[in-house]
């Protein structure tokens, strides 16, 4: 296939990206795969620890998205070996390790959700069990030759526990040697990771052109804030927009983010082209409401389509906007009980308002918990339902139930 010019292609693949390293390596790898019509290996690996993908996940899949339309190879590595080491990377702790059932499941929910950024057709996808379970106790042995424990400890995680008197468990320094592995299996031409991920992907290098390799280049993408402005992306930290969000969620949950990310956010997550980005970014900077508008439709058309962007724009104005509660909302019948009452926390779970208890207190200590407009501030409070239902139970400023009572009155 005719490959697009190389200045085209470089446009469109530095957007948004930290670092590249080496940058004119990548130059010369792109004019090389004109010159011989052979497209580059572009690899990613995923982490199958987390297989819930928020918009966080999308800036480096839509990274690969653009090498894929470009016609390069895109691989997917799904550490389903390696989840069984648990990642390192930013953890001041050792993570919990994984079963390979527990990772393969995780890797083929991960797939499924990344492929609603990636072309599926021209994605390949391989679990690097194939070859690092394949390893003998001799093959470790001499991967482990190629780092020395110092080197291990100039990587900022390890440094900072080993500094702090923090375990770190042996097995954690090969996580990084056998992610390091994958791309000397495939022969790599690139490799894509967030910036946390650069020991990683730099040791990547070290151990290809031990095997004779032309190393990899590796890109590193940004960490993107979650809706607080502040921490990176993350469910844990109730801060995350996932793509498989509701389109009422998405669109709410895009509306509160700051708006100094609002630029930030449509560079790294939509398929705005990169020559308007210039004129979004004044735009945002002079009119911030409407364009967070703008962007949040944007997101919810990518994922849900334009059809469904319209319900959730309308849905945000009614409920939000205008503070109005909406006409159609789930009817959600209280688990059955010993007792009529029912604990508040377990009743927004069970509805799914919240995803846990805990996330259920700290909504209701920052006062987002209304029942029939009156809000709750006690997190311990138990519901008579017979005697209280019907009633609409709101969470947040989008979430909404309305409870009914059982047809036999429990």
């Not at 947040?396 to 429990?410: D, H, L, T, Y």
Request: charged share 30%; net charge negative.
């Amino acid at each position: 296939m005719a490959f697009p010019p190389v200045d085209e292609q470089l446009t469109v693949l530095r957007r948004g990206v930290e670092e590249i390293i080496p940058e004119d390596d990548l130059a010369d790898k792109l004019q090389a795969s004109r010159e011989t019509d052979t497209p580059l290996v572009v690899k990613l690996g995923c982490d199958p620890s987390r297989p819930d993908l928020h918009l966080g996940h999308t800036v480096v899949l839509r990274k690969l998205r653009q090498f894929q339309d470009f016609g390069h190879r895109a691989i997917l590595i799904v550490g389903d070996f390696t989840g069984m080491i648990g990642d390192p990377s930013g953890r001041s702790k050792t993570r919990p390790q994984l079963t390979l059932e527990e990772t393969r499941e995780h890797g083929q929910t991960y797939y499924d959700q990344a492929t609603r950024v990636l072309d599926a057709e021209k994605t390949e996808i391989r679990y690097n069990s194939a070859w690092l379970d394949e390893m003998t106790f001799s093959d470790v042995i001499e991967l482990a030759a190629q780092q020395t424990v110092a080197q291990m400890l100039k990587r900022d995680d390890f440094k900072q526990r080993y500094e702090a008197g923090q375990p770190i468990s042996v097995h954690e320094f090969l996580y990084p040697l056998a992610q390091a592995q994958d791309s000397v299996q495939i022969e790599a031409d690139v490799e894509l990771g967030g910036t946390d991920q650069r020991f990683n992907l730099l040791l990547a290098r070290h151990l290809q052109e031990a095997e004779g390799q032309a190393p990899q280049v590796c890109m590193m993408l940004p960490l993107l804030e979650g809706t607080d402005g502040t921490d990176k992306m993350s469910k844990s930290l109730d801060n995350a927009i996932g793509i498989t969000d509701a389109p009422e969620d998405m669109y709410g949950k895009t509306m509160s983010v700051p708006d100094a990310l609002i630029y930030r956010y449509v560079e790294l997550v939509t398929d705005l082209p990169t020559e308007q980005l210039p004129k979004i970014k004044q735009f945002a900077e002079a009119n911030p409401r409407d364009a967070k508008a703008q962007l949040a439709r944007r997101i919810v058309t990518m994922y849900h389509g334009e059809e469904a962007a319209d319900a959730a724009e309308q849905h945000f104005e009614r409920t939000v906007v205008q503070g109005d509660v909406p006409d159609e909302m789930p009817e959600v019948v209280p688990e059955p009980s010993e007792g009529d009452e029912v604990g508040l926390l377990n009743l927004m779970r069970h509805a799914g308002l919240t995803d846990s208890n805990s996330e259920g207190r700290r909504m209701i200590e920052q006062g987002a918990v209304a029942i029939d407009d009156e809000k709750v501030t006690d997190t311990g409070r138990f519901i008579d339902v017979p005697a209280e239902a019907p009633f609409v139970l709101r969470v947040g400023k989008r979430r909404f139930a309305r409870i009914v009572p059982s047809e036999n009155g429990q």
